[in-house]
């Protein structure tokens, strides 16, 4: 399996999964763009588009950083040609990019629900609608192409609402956008399929949310980066329309031991962090 040769668009790739995929990615020699609004070094949050791309460099990739806000049509769309002319065509869309705020509602102000909306659900649809009749044309070209959404399975239970309704909304909507493309852009080759983590995940995000003691319980971005490979080669006319795990994907290509992936080795299975929006009937490997 190889992304060799492939471009990669991957919103929001300055830090965490999304380096990770993209990392993966250069390995193999992947064109990888960094699409993401962090260009100087952020005070809490480590990475900026430009230490992304010489990570990607020094994997074996090529790398574009480009200065993008997701939620901004202009930079986005700007950022999709600026694409297409260095590279060549677009074959695989990451929508990584995504807010989070696990507040109830009356804490949950309108500022922090557009931000969570405009990026996670309105990103993701407008990184599709931007990038598709690139990913059409290289399905025609090359026989494949991939859209990747780091979105839930839609889970409906209330669970998963209750304590964080405009996030969990946000969320979804990236996932419906996975529903929706898997099935309309069917017939022109192009994959749409979400992947989302069993375990926290251990990033800086996670740490502002959780803090220590769940960076502690959580697995390394690297899980959902080999997934996502795993994902990204399967063919595109015949893998679609998935709402994956990471560990589900790996457990079916013979991965039988996750302890590779936790953040603090040694850490037992049975105390890792479980993630929001599991379905209940997960299959167990421990």
Not at 61 to 87: M, N, S, W, Y
Not at 105 to 121: F, W
Not at 179 to 184: F, Q, V
Not at 207 to 234: C, F, Q, W, Y
Request: proline share 5%; hydrophobic share 45%; charged share 20%.
């Amino acid at each position: 399996m190889s992304l060799k040769g492939k471009t990669l668009f991957i919103t929001g790739g300055s830090r965490g999964i999304g380096l990770a995929i993209a990392v993966r990615a250069a390995r193999d020699g992947a064109n990888v763009v960094v699409a993401a609004k962090t260009g100087e070094p952020h005070a809490r949050l480590p990475g900026t588009i430009y230490s992304a791309a010489e990570d990607i460099e020094k994997a074996g990739g090529k790398a574009l950083p480009i200065l993008c806000d997701l939620r901004d049509e202009t930079q986005l769309a700007a950022a999709v040609e600026q694409t297409v002319a260095t590279f060549g065509g677009i074959d695989i869309l990451v929508n990584n990019a995504s807010a989070i705020s696990l507040t109830g509602t009356l804490i949950t102000d309108m500022k922090k629900y557009d931000l969570m909306n405009g990026i996670n659900a309105r990103g993701t649809y407008m990184a599709g609608r931007y990038c598709i009749p690139h990913l059409k044309k290289a399905a025609q070209n090359h026989g494949s192409a991939h859209i990747l959404t780091l979105s839930p399975p839609l889970a409906m239970d209330k669970k998963w609402f209750a304590p964080h309704v405009a996030y969990s909304m946000a969320k979804y909507g990236m996932s419906l956008c996975t529903l929706g493309w898997a099935e309309e852009f069917r017939k022109d080759g192009i994959a749409a399929n979400s992947l989302w983590p069993r375990t926290a995940i251990a990033t800086a995000a996670i740490r502002l949310v959780g803090g220590d003691a769940v960076m502690r319980a959580s697995r390394t971005p690297e899980i959902m980066a080999d997934a996502a490979h795993v994902i990204l080669n399967k063919p595109s006319r015949e893998f679609s329309g998935h709402f994956c795990i990471d560990d589900v994907v790996l457990h079916e290509t013979g991965v039988r031991d996750f302890s590779q992936y936790a953040a603090v080795p040694g850490t037992p299975e049975k105390n890792l962090a479980p993630d929001f929006f599991l379905p209940d009937d997960l299959p167990q490997f421990h």
